[in-house]
């Protein structure tokens, strides 16, 4: 293979100097991590942290056939511990913060010898690059660690989480989408410190006559002061007919404001959220929050989601158990679950229409199952019109028998059934 043949080229020069035996070009690995930028831009924080935030409190878990499976091995990887730096909340916090500013986050699967997954370890994104086995095609990754020699890794072992992608491989930082933007901000916040450091800072002091030399104009000015400062800049009595009068001007120029938002919608638009996320409620036209978390949902969360449960079930499930039906997915119903009202509305709606048992709605809202919660429910006010026609004494069976007279014929029960639907 490719990769190591590299490694044999090497080993084959091992009677050279040491200085023509190098690595390979690695000067990608001394470019500065995105997340410093972030630190100087309340926008770009408060987007990847909204997405991170977000994506980690998710439940994650892993499914058979539509069934939670908390026995499988990798529930404990996915919910408690992905190795043991990290809980599972902040494992998909940091790969999250890294997808969103190096525009690639990737984690290194460490098997336990068993066939299995003992933990996944973070890697620094600036620190890794995807090749191309010119061979086969395949996928390796090139890891320059802080010390030690250059490694490769197949593709089925590091985890790939990215932005957008060009080719496939590496995904586009989102911090060099938004370089401009960063730095035409950065120049109108410190345009705004600097009309800050002016403000209510002049004052102009008007004389009557215009026959004073300049020797006496400095001592007027001496006297204002020295009097100014004795009240504590805030009271002076003005002998001579001298006038002062105080410049005042805004803090912040209204303009200022709009380039802010104009900031704000386009770390919107780069991240895919909803402006209103951001702070920036100008055209925002959605009456519920439930409706404007719905919009997060759908624009924002969903795509993400589905990126993370097919890098994870490709990597994580082995062949034998994905043809088994198992699947790890993400739970996104918790999104909504701040909405009292909404939640309520669609479990009601879960149980009557029989696509939930009760026992699944309890589940949802971490209470214990019932013995009689286990079984679908159907609303007898929703039922078939061929039903209703040809067999009415299948409708009300026990109105009907509730009657005592079993030596009703079967003309009379339709009738009774008949009598009891129209009431």
Do not use: C
Not at 3 to 22: G, V
Not at 90 to 119: C, H, S, W
Request: charged share 25%; proline share 6%.
């Amino acid at each position: 293979m490719w990769p190591f043949k590299k490694r044999k080229n090497e080993a084959k020069a091992r009677d050279e100097p040491r200085q023509n035996r190098r690595t390979p070009n690695l000067r990608w690995i001394n470019r500065p991590r995105a997340d410093n930028t972030i630190q100087g831009n309340e926008a770009i924080y408060a987007a990847v942290s909204r997405i991170a935030n977000t994506v980690a409190s998710l439940p994650m878990h892993i499914y058979k056939d539509y069934t939670l499976v908390p026995e499988h091995p990798l529930e404990r990887l996915l919910n408690l511990e992905p190795n043991p730096n990290f809980t599972a909340f902040g494992f998909r916090q940091t790969m999250e913060v890294l997808r969103n500013t190096e525009g690639n986050a990737y984690a290194l699967k460490i098997p336990d010898g068993l066939g299995g997954v003992k933990r996944l370890d973070i890697l620094n994104p600036t620190r890794v690059q995807p090749l191309r086995n010119p061979d086969d095609q395949s996928v390796w990754y090139q890891i320059q660690p802080e010390d030690g020699e250059v490694m490769f890794a197949p593709g089925f072992m590091v985890l790939n989480l990215r932005h957008m992608s060009a080719n496939g491989q590496k995904g586009i930082r989102p911090i060099d989408v938004l370089r401009k933007s960063l730095d035409y901000d950065a120049q109108v916040k410190a345009l705004s410190l600097d009309q800050l450091d002016g403000v209510n800072n002049a004052i102009a002091l008007t004389v009557p006559n215009s026959g004073l030399n300049q020797e006496q104009k400095d001592d007027l000015v001496d006297r204002f002061l020295e009097t100014y400062e004795k009240s504590g800049r805030s009271v002076i009595v003005l002998e001579g007919g001298l006038t002062a009068t105080n410049f005042s001007s805004s803090a912040v120029d209204s303009q200022l404001l709009d380039v802010e938002r104009i900031t704000r919608n386009r770390v919107a638009t780069v991240y895919n959220l909803p402006p209103h996320l951001l702070g920036d409620y100008t055209d925002t036209s959605f009456s519920t929050a439930e409706q404007q978390m719905q919009e997060f949902l759908q624009l924002t969360i969903i795509p993400i989601v589905e990126q993370w449960e097919e890098e994870f079930n490709r990597k994580l499930l082995t062949p034998e158990d994905f043809a088994a039906g198992y699947r790890i997915r993400f739970d996104t119903s918790q999104l909504t679950r701040a909405d009292t009202v909404a939640t309520a509305n669609k479990n009601q709606m879960a149980i009557r229409g029989g696509w939930l048992t009760p026992n699944e709605v309890r589940r949802s809202e971490y209470l214990p199952p019932d013995k009689y919660g286990n079984e679908l429910m159907g609303s007898r006010d929703l039922l078939p019109l061929r039903i209703m026609v040809d067999q009415p004494e299948l409708l009300l069976g026990g109105a009907s028998s509730g009657s005592g007279n079993d030596d009703q014929t079967k003309e009379e029960k339709e009738a009774a059934a008949r009598r009891t639907l129209g009431k």
